[in-house]
């Protein structure tokens, strides 16, 4: 049905007032608009404070005083606000210029949100907003007020319970400048998310340590268990040594899968410049193993080739291929060719690690431990909401599949 937009009935009384404006403005042509609408709301003040000193009798003017109000514009309005002796009065029309605190609030989450440091909230808020929203207001109250937000939701989410069944957890760690005592180093940040029954992707782990270790993995999947999540189909890290210990004593009926890009990463570190594109062309066919007719007794033929290849040029580079871990690279395969791009690598979780990035690139380093995670936390928290909530991974259904045939 065809829809038009209609314009409002005007009263008696609104058509009045629109001529009557129309009338000012030709008479005061000589003003720009910027100063016809000031002089609009001075004479709007003016009228306020005549109906108030009408019902307050023992109150009397007092003359004006200058407001400056900041805008969008290029410069700033300056306008003339009536006063009286009691300061009983405040035009009730000056609040369209005012930010409520909860308005305040707001901009300032999101800019501290978007990465910017109190400094720089502060000098944004002053700019546009004038003096009343100092440096210390906005560091001292306003975002230390919402750190604690953050702290107290934050803990209430490690203590929440998850799901029992989730089809896969992928693990990583980022590396982010932090302080701790009186010195300022960069450490990891352990997170971890899954993907549910219904596949959607949620953050399960959050922690922070100063180097990636098994031992930290150990604590984050007993915290997980105690939150109740009991199945897990597949868990994909990267390849930090005796990660399939932990698994196996985590949930005896998981499978691994090692990032096989770390892999190629890893490698690629031991190979001079000029022989690093082939060798990793030859690395990508080794993981290439995406369509149905690929089996793992190929994959490993391909591992030989490669070290045979190799090997007289860089003797070492079979040190990369452990027999007793080369099988966790290759899970995958065992997994419906639909869902194997998606579970071969923890690529899936650099996007996310990407915008964690960006949010913290302008904070140069973090106070405390605990700082740092409650801001990773609500990034990672905005990121669900606007990524994961909104585009379910299906495919993850196949695993469910996979597990049951």
Known sequence: MKTTNLKPVKTRGEKFLESSIKNMRVALNDLSME????????????????EYLEKATKDKGNGYYSRSFQSLMKNGIQINVPRTRESGFSPIAIQLFKMNQDQVNELVLTLYKKGMTTRDISDVMTDFFGDSVSHTTVSHTTVANLAEQFHGIRSAWENSKLDNTYHAIFCDCIFITVRRGDSYEKEAVYIAYGVTEHNKRELLALAINPTESITTWREIFASLKKRGVQNVSLVIADGIKDMEDIVMESWKQTRLQKCAVHKMRNVLNDIRPKEKAEVAADLKNIFNNFDASSTKE??????????????????NIGKHFNQKTLEYYFTYIDFPPEVRRLIYTTNSIENLNKHIRKGTKNKLSFESPERLLDYVFVIIKEFENKNWSKYPVSQFSLIHSYETH
């Not at 000031?38 to 306020?48: M, V």
């Open 35 to 50: 100063q016809f609408v000031i002089k609009n709301l001075e004479t709007l003040f003016g009228l306020e404070r005549e």
């Open 298 to 315: 190929n994959a490993y033929k391909k591992v030989d080739e490669f070290i045979n290849k190799w090997s007289e040029k860089y003797a």
